[in-house]
């Protein structure tokens, strides 16, 4: 599959959301942050905000819920208009109950995991998932350094992918810029989201023309 880019919105001014989305219209969907201060130690933004935000854009939402109690929240973001959702499985309390909630709703369901929790207990329920989320960076705020240490679990995740056949996207998040995206790429993920490498720049679209060109060398 060819490397999908998703800029992160925390990274954006959040007074003028519509504005920032049209600024990254080339990029294939717009992530959105959502934390709640408890699962993570930092407070974004909620269904209201996605809601609007889904009317002032055609570009897709990408939702991370880095909450508590996804079950009870998560499909209220497919609701809201996010086309694809992606809930923590430390928090989640029946991960293939709500993957088929989040896909009945008919969004595309994904599972995240931090980067001290392991993906080999979690093989048999990658058929339930669209796409898997592996943070390169502790969740919570942006602008922090790529994990180095997670590339052989991206790796190993490819590979479990592809031993099971399965069209699962493998998305990584957290310090991925111009000089981290090609080790993600060359480990196997395939969908990129970037924060303040693509909000940080002067030119919001051309970063995102840069990491996909980077991505797919
Ligand atoms: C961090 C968020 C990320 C964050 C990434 O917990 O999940 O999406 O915005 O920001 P950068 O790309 O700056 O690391
Ligand atoms: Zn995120």
Redesign the pocket.
Known sequence: MAAQITP????ADFARLADEARAVAGADWL?V?V?DNHF?P?LTLGVPVVESLARATDTPLDC?L?IEDPDRWAPQYVEAGASSVTFHVEAAAAPVRLAREIRAKGARASMALKPATPIEPFEDLLPELDMLLI??????????A?LDIMLPKIRRTRELISKHGLQLWLQV?????ASTIERCAEAGADVF??????Y?ADDPAEAVRALRARAQT
């Open positions: 992160s919105t925390l990274s992530h942050d934390m993570v930092n991370h880095m943070m390169t960076v502790e969740p919570g705020f942006g602008g922090q790529f998040d957290g310090g991925v810029s989201v970037a924060g303040s490498a693509v940080g």
